[in-house]
């Protein structure tokens, strides 16, 4: 059994910053790619950031220079600094871990005030 928990969520000011977290606990023999999605109300789930086994990293273009991915695999937890935000960053923010299949967390709101 796999569980995914994020946590950080929270209301903000614009320009004001976020740290997510995920962890994962459980049954796990390796974690591959972690990431981050987000869904806002009324629009599609889109990817935010992604992290390899390896360390390398993807952003999407509306977050480039403002948000940071990164993993400690010996905690088996993944972080998204969130720096000056936006009020078009509002959404529910949805770690998924890639072990032998995705795994995903239940989402923590990220809500950005005007």
């Known amino acids: 059994q796999v569980q995914v928990v994020e946590s950080g969520g929270g209301l903000v000011q614009a320009g004001g910053s976020l740290r997510l977290s995920c962890a994962a606990s459980?049954?796990?023999?390796?974690?591959?790619?972690m990431g981050w999605y987000r869904q806002a109300p009324g629009k599609q789930r889109e990817l935010v950031a992604t992290?390899?086994?390896?360390?390398?990293?993807n952003y999407a273009d509306s977050v480039k220079g403002r948000f940071t991915i990164s993993r400690d695999n010996a905690k088996k937890t993944i972080y998204l600094q969130m720096n000056s935000l936006k009020p078009e960053d509002t959404a529910v923010y949805y770690c998924?871990?890639?072990?032998?299949?995705?795994?995903w967390g239940q989402g923590t709101q990220v809500t950005v005030s005007s």
């Open positions: 998924y871990v890639l072990i032998s299949g995705p795994y």
């Open positions: 992290i390899t086994s390896v360390g390398n990293t």
């Open positions: 459980g049954s796990i023999a390796n974690i591959r790619d």
